[in-house]
């Protein structure tokens, strides 16, 4: 079964800063999705970025990106210009393009932004 | 707004009781996932189902049932509640066109008293 790894529970950052979030997978699949959740305070689960395993391109969305080292079974978040609303939880999660398409989360990362 | 739906958002009731929780995926998904979170804890996987069959079960306990109805709405059944059981059950669906991402509901909040 794919396993996915967060080894920090928790990481600081000051605002403004750049913070970079670890996430490892296991998995012996070729085709796959990895994503990052946030979990704010409201402990609403939001959906921060996707990326496509045959996609040599790292994701960006706006101060949000990716370095997805696939050979590695990496696929860390770079959070740029922090802000007070990142402080949250966050989730790695990979997508299975097989087996029912399920999902696997890792245990998480609380993200505290320190003005 | 993710566009999936989930009641009640509170839910208080006494050991031993049982409820159930509703979802209902975003328009045209046709998978259904839940989730237990417990305070401070990362997500458990329950189960999940596709189309109306059940396609994969994590932890989930045998006090707990759930399905998926024709209209693809889901119910998760919890029955012989334990004080252990209290934690926001989150409900995601995914699989409409090219996004594979779930998409998660507010949660429902149960506390077992």
């Known amino acids: 079964a794919q396993t996915v790894t967060q080894s920090q529970p928790e990481m600081s950052v ?8 670890s996430c490892t997978y296991d998995t012996s699949e070729s085709d796959y999705y990895l994503f990052w ?27 949000f990106s990716v370095n997805f080292q696939k050979a590695a ?6 959070i740029s210009d922090s802000q007070l609303g990142d402080a949250a939880m966050y989730f790695c999660a ?11 989360f890792g245990t998480g990362t609380s993200l505290t932004v320190i003005p | 707004d993710s566009g999936v ?21 975003r328009s045209g998904d046709l998978s259904v996932y839940w989730y237990q979170q417990s305070l401070d804890q990362g997500l458990q996987f329950l189960i999940q189902y596709y189309n109306g ?9 045998e006090r707990f049932s759930a399905q998926q109805f024709p209209d693809l709405h889901s119910e998760l059944n919890l029955s012989s ?33």
């Open chain 1, 73 to 78: 079974k990496s696929f860390s978040l770079k």
């Open chain 1, 14 to 21: 000051q605002e403004a800063e750049t913070v970079t979030l």
């Open chain 1, 37 to 63: 959740y946030k979990q704010p305070p409201s402990r609403q689960m939001i959906l921060v970025i996707r990326q496509e395993a045959y996609k040599q391109q790292n994701a960006t969305e706006n101060r």
């Open chain 1, 94 to 104: 990979y997508r299975t393009e097989f087996t029912g398409n399920q999902f696997y």
């Open chain 2, 81 to 113: 509640l334990e004080l252990g059981d209290s934690a926001l059950y989150f409900c995601a669906s995914s699989g409409r066109g090219t996004t594979p991402e779930q998409y998660f509901g507010p949660g429902t909040r149960l506390t077992v008293t």
């Open chain 2, 5 to 25: 739906t989930q009641t009640p958002k509170h839910l208080i009731t006494a050991t031993g009781q049982r409820v159930t929780l509703r979802c209902s995926p």
């Open chain 2, 53 to 61: 069959e059940e396609r994969a079960k994590g932890n989930i306990l």
